[in-house]
């Protein structure tokens, strides 16, 4: 069995894989690194990977070191990958976006895809049917937004995300909730009408741990499918395997 672990900005999302199949999940906030080996405990892993878009506390490096299965970490522009990354920068690109695309180039073979990931950031990245990585776009998730709000003006309050959303605020809170979430269902809603129209044959996966409801015709190529990550970095690692049993084979 495989093990894959999605170090993210908010949490660590830790996904047990039989083969190709994801078969249990957890996941962890910060300071929680001991429950790595408890999840650990439960399964029979020979092998796993790990990416992360955070500098590693010493809590982490510790608990993935101490694990008793040899764990490959992700670096992009660095690590072989079985798709072709035509970012201009290979070295700069997240490695959760990384996995993202190649996730959903080997979910989707022989479509184009844009993968939607809305958190702390909302990325848009996308990959063709031919496997090619052309790039992506970053723009400030709701919580930065909200955040924004309250911290570069002298008197708008700290507003949480979830709550009621009318088309027009009737009180600062609402108005602010409202301008930011509506705001990013219509970024997000653009993007796929745009891309749908360059590129028909589009598969589009949302993913992250923020829901939207999307009021557009095209739902029909839309997956909410939080496994995305996961599935791309189980995929490396095999990937990875494969081409060190040719090098080995090779060497004989």
Known sequence: MNLTVDIG?????????????????????????????????????????????????????EALSALPFPMMRLQSGITPVPIDNKYKTPLTLGTDRLAAVVGAHFRQR????????IGTCITYDFVTAAGEYLGGNISPGPTIRLKALHNF??????????????????????????GVMRGVVYEVESYIRD??????????????????DLQISEKKCIFADNFIVPYGLNRI????????????????
């Open 9 to 61: 900005n908010t949490c660590t999302k830790l996904v047990a894989f039989d083969g190709q199949e994801p078969v249990d999940e957890m996941r962890m906030d910060d300071g929680e690194a001991y429950k790595l080996g408890a999840f650990c405990s439960k399964h029979d892993f020979t092998r796993g990977i790990f990416s992360s878009v955070v500098c590693l506390s010493r809590e982490m490096e």
């Open 110 to 117: 022989g479509h184009d895809a844009l993968v939607i990931d």
């Open 153 to 178: 003006t002298a008197s708008l309050p700290m507003v949480e995300r979830k709550g009621y959303t009318p088309l027009l605020g009737d009180s600062t809170e609402t108005a602010m909730r409202s």
């Open 195 to 212: 891309f749908i129209l360059k590129y028909p044959n589009l598969f589009v996966y949302l993913t992250g741990g923020v829901h939207l």
């Open 237 to 252: 690692l095999l990937y990875n395997e494969e081409i060190n049993s040719d090098e080995k084979k090779y060497i004989k």
